[in-house]
């Protein structure tokens, strides 16, 4: 039987402490009608510092923000994209009435428009809302909008301007992913030959999916152990409907090759050790290379012979893929 959903809580307004919502969405009237609003240019730096986005990264979302002012096409298109996502909150899987790819003019693009980042900006309020009517942790909360700061970091880091997949950032603003702690954790049903692994290991199908952010620190082990505690915790209080036995994982980290080239007790394979496998029924998976080198190196405009070798991890992805070898994505699940 599939959990049940809590409901989508009410806008926030004034009595939880939140400005009079401006609407319809951009206007600055004094007596806005209720709604998804995107904040004018003061309101909207502080709310921009408050989901901890770069400061080199304001003065041009605030230039974006007046653009999209300007705009009255690109301003329906994002007023009809707001206007869905905050329908999704509290929802599971792809919000209804949104394409898979986000409209090609709200998503950000090489050119840092920044119209993704300032609609999540704006639905940041109803997110709040949201896990306060699950009576979610405020530190929670925050931490799990944040990760809007760090994508943006993350980008500039690996060499684009804006959010590389701001789809990904809806699971935090929906109230499908929360980060507790070191790691990540989504409520997801698994599908196709993720869940055909899942029946095969004996674990039901509705597992949370655990997820590893970067620059988030080192992956020890004390800080993987308090987040899962934190989960065993967290998900019966808050979803009491949803019952999650297990915890499962798709990641470079797990590939057994690792092993090859990294100490016994480093805390890559330490975390690895703690899954068993899932593996899937269709057979080998396809090399996925790319990955590892995006989360170690960021910036995959380099060749591979010109990438540092300073650690033991960089030396492992760059010798294993010189010498004609690939890396892979693995699955693996614990229980809770």
């Known amino acids: 039987m599939e959990p049940r959903l809590p409901e989508l809580p009410e806008p926030p307004g004034p009595a939880d402490g939140a400005h009079p919502p401006e609407g319809p969405y951009l206007t600055e009237g004094p007596h806005p009608p209720e709604g998804p609003y995107l904040a004018a240019d003061e309101e909207l730096a502080e709310a921009l510092l408050a989901l901890a986005v770069p400061f080199e990264e304001v003065n041009g979302l605030l230039a974006a923000r007046t653009r999209l002012a300007r705009d009255a096409g690109l301003r329906a298109l994002f007023e009809e994209t707001l206007r869905a996502q905050a329908a999704a909150v509290g929802t599971l899987g792809e919000p209804s009435g949104l394409d898979r790819d986000w409209p090609a003019g709200v998503a950000d693009g090489a050119d840092g428009t920044g119209l993704a980042t300032l609609l999540l900006v704006a639905l940041a309020p109803y997110a709040r809302a949201h896990h306060r009517a699950l009576g979610v ?151 996925e290379d790319t990955n590892p080198l995006r989360y170690v190196f960021g910036d995959l405009r380099r060749p591979l012979e010109s990438l540092p070798r300073d650690t033991v991890v960089q030396r492992a992805l760059v010798d294993h893929l010189r010498a004609g070898g690939h890396w892979y994505v693995r699955g693996g699940w614990i229980a809770l």
């Open 137 to 287: 942790p405020p530190e929670v909360t925050r931490s799990t909008l944040a990760d809007l700061g760090r994508q943006l970091a993350v980008s500039r880091w690996r060499g684009r301007a804006g959010l590389g997949n701001p789809r990904w950032l809806t699971l935090h603003f929906r109230g499908e992913l929360f980060q507790l702690g070191r790691l990540q954790f989504q409520r997801r049903r698994l599908t196709g030959a993720d869940a055909a692994a899942a029946r095969a290991a004996g674990i039901d199908e509705w597992s949370l999916q655990l997820h590893i952010p970067d620059h988030c620190g080192p992956l020890s082990p004390g800080a993987c152990d308090r987040a899962l505690d934190r989960a065993r915790a967290f998900f019966p209080r808050h979803f009491p409907d949803e019952r999650y036995r297990s915890a499962c994982v798709f990641s470079w980290l797990l590939d057994p090759q690792l092993a090859h080239y990294l100490p016994e007790g480093s805390n890559i394979m330490r975390f690895q050790r703690r899954f068993a496998p899932l593996v899937r029924p269709d057979g080998p998976a396809a090399p």
